[in-house]
């Protein structure tokens, strides 16, 4: 029993996908018209949905007068992503819903599902602004924040039809009792384990940086290499430094995959490299060394080649447990369904981490063929989608089920 | 005296130019509009000017019925370059020029003035386009070159009004009969020595290289260091093994100025990587040594991150002695004219190296403050700009003094 799932990834696919990829990012058309897509597919299940002043779908089933059940995920990508990341844990809450809803099921309480806006910071170097503006966290400081695209978040809204100083209207956590996440694994571990659905048990703590090295543009020929100031050899260092730093802690890891080198010229020194670093760590005291780790490493490499150094951190999420009590319960499920499964943590970020700062928060996975994610290559089969949406719906129908304070 | 020479570089550096630096790259209105630019002055000075199929300048003082003695330089830009770097010698030869017809001197044989295009490969990567049409190379195989904004060289060159087609009708090597090039040194090597001027007794030998290296595009907090395969991870390497193998060679340079990482996430490990190398070497065995070091250092770097490789050749110009006759005539106007002087060969390519394939050619160098150029800070004061364009004005009064075979 797949309902309508299949055919709801294959539709969303389309939008902003060019056959291989897909790219929706924030504000940009793409993600606008796959939000738009999911309130007519909410609305068609009898749903109230809207995009919220934060670029959020929001659907709500309302019933009684408790604190709402929230399930959802997001639909932005990152660059050339795949179709699964984000998009799979949205459509199985609207696909829970559906059953639910075909099922005849009364809800004792409200059963909302969001599509958070901009997850993967893709645009704009900074994660989770949806959920953070949905919890209600300042985020003021976005407002000239450049786009890869050169544009201010504030006027990329704008172009949107959506005001910036109208982002604080897209807090509703008063109105959330918990929060649950379906989500592709994106790593290797359960295929390995052979597990049909797994338990997160927590998010790994991320923290990002946008690191600026400046030398000095000069003649590629000219120029004797002992006199030269090279950017993008600080940067060189930097990227191996941190790779081997990771390697050797054995329990990080960092990433560069965004650099920008100017002026750019094949024949040129170039002057200025800029590059985002994305550090992680699960456990705390790890997660708090990393700052230290980052500064340290571009230090030194900035310090050989004679370069002068901007080191900003773009974001900061720290380690998040997932709430006992949801984890229960969804193994609980799992067991009853008579499915193998486990307990796992995440190495990736995602809304549930933002929404377990003021709510019970709890996530569960499905696998990742190859463990592959971030990329058009992310597979997870119908067979291997169907476990998750099933447990999904089962603990949607019990935590709705009963009145909650 | 400084003629129109100063007023001429600072109208030109208006075209183009942002206030600091100046950006002119090959079939651009910004290049195209300093062409025209020149064009109408030539016609002031009463020359026949034209932009000629492959987007050079060229004009032409007829007299004589012998082969043209041809002076120039270029007037395109590597991004965010400075005002001197090419545009010194097309200004010079035409201050010359204008001396020449203000004191009423009759060449003779026909003058040619030439700003050639595309001399730096800015846009397509490759150098010295519009030299070498003019000296007849083939370069068909240019047709579908790409540009750094994605537009194919011919679509490029129609967007400009030419046709790609036509440019072998450029070829009028075998009209002249020798090649003059002032140019800024590029280097400190003036500064320190205080030379007025110099003679350069030959120009270093360049390749160029297009490297993409590819491994698995994949999420950068679920994907294990271990497993990962890192595109810039062995760009990194690549940059910092070519930059120590050049340190420890001493008479070879190596520069990466241009890099390209996808998909671009900051989240996302890269899974491919483009930049461009560039290596140079004044001694012919050397040159020809530079082959297989690139090849070896991206060879390493990628079978130590498991990465495919993929390497282009660009361009390739050998090493390449100046006319000996004509050293000996700078030299001689240098001497007669009283000024601290030497010999340098030059780090930099220089379309001189490409009329130097068919006819005598030669280059003059003023001093570059600091050594600075590629760069809007290259500057060459007025006072150090006179003695080049009088010895430069000097050499072509007596090369078209007399008639030659």
């Given at each position: 029993m797949t309902g309508m799932l299949d055919a709801w990834l294959d539709e969303l696919a389309l939008i902003g996908g060019n056959g291989r990829a897909v790219n929706r990012f924030a504000w940009t058309p793409e993600l606008l018209a796959a939000s738009r897509w999911l309130v007519q597919r909410l609305h068609e299940l009898g749903l109230e949905a809207e995009i919220d002043p934060a670029g959020n779908v929001l659907g709500r089933w309302q019933a009684?007068?408790?604190p709402a059940v929230l399930v959802g995920s997001h639909l932005d990508t990152v660059p050339e992503g795949g179709r699964f990341d984000g998009a799979l844990g949205v459509l199985s809450a609207l696909e829970a819903i559906r059953r639910l809803k075909d099922e005849g099921f009364e809800p004792a309480q409200p059963l909302w599902i969001a599509a958070f806006?901009?997850?993967?910071?893709?645009?704009?170097?900074?994660?989770m602004f949806g959920s953070a503006a949905f919890v209600g966290d300042?985020?003021?400081?976005?407002?000239?924040?450049?786009?890869?695209?050169?544009?201010?978040l504030s006027e990329a809204m704008r172009a949107a039809g959506f005001d910036f100083d109208l982002v604080p209207r897209a807090c509703l956590i008063g109105s959330v009792g918990c929060y649950l996440e379906l989500h592709i694994e994106q790593g290797p571990r359960m295929e390995l384990q052979r597990m049909d659905t797994a338990v997160v048990t927590g998010i790994v703590g991320v923290r990002g940086y946008r690191v600026e090295l400046r030398g000095e543009t000069n003649h590629a020929g000219t120029t004797p290499m002992e006199n030269r100031r090279d950017a993008l050899a600080g940067a060189s260092r930097v990227v191996l430094a941190l790779r081997d730093a990771a390697l050797s802690a054995g329990d990080i890891t960092v990433n560069v995959g965004r650099i920008d080198v100017q002026p750019?010229?094949?024949n040129v020194v170039p002057g200025t490299a800029v590059f985002f670093v994305d550090a992680r760590a699960a456990d705390p005291q790890r997660f708090a060394s990393l700052d230290a780790l980052v500064r340290e490493c571009v230090g030194t490499a900035a310090a050989q080649e004679r370069l002068t150094i901007e080191i900003s951190p773009t974001h900061e999420h720290p380690p998040t447990p997932m709430d006992p009590a949801l984890q229960q319960l969804l193994g609980d499920e799992m067991r009853a369904a008579g499915l193998t499964w486990g307990e796992l943590s995440s190495g990736a970020g995602h809304d549930a981490q933002v929404l377990a700062r003021h709510v019970a928060s709890a996530m569960l996975f499905v696998p990742s063929q190859g463990g592959i994610s971030h990329s058009p290559d992310e597979f997870t089969p119908s067979e291997q989608r169907e476990p998750g949406v099933a447990v999904l719906t089962a603990a949607l129908r019990k935590l709705c089920s009963t009145q909650r304070p």
């Open positions: 009684g007068d408790g806006n901009d997850e993967e910071g893709t645009r704009f170097g900074t994660t300042d985020q003021a400081e976005l407002r000239d924040r450049v786009s890869t695209d050169g544009v201010p750019g010229g094949t």
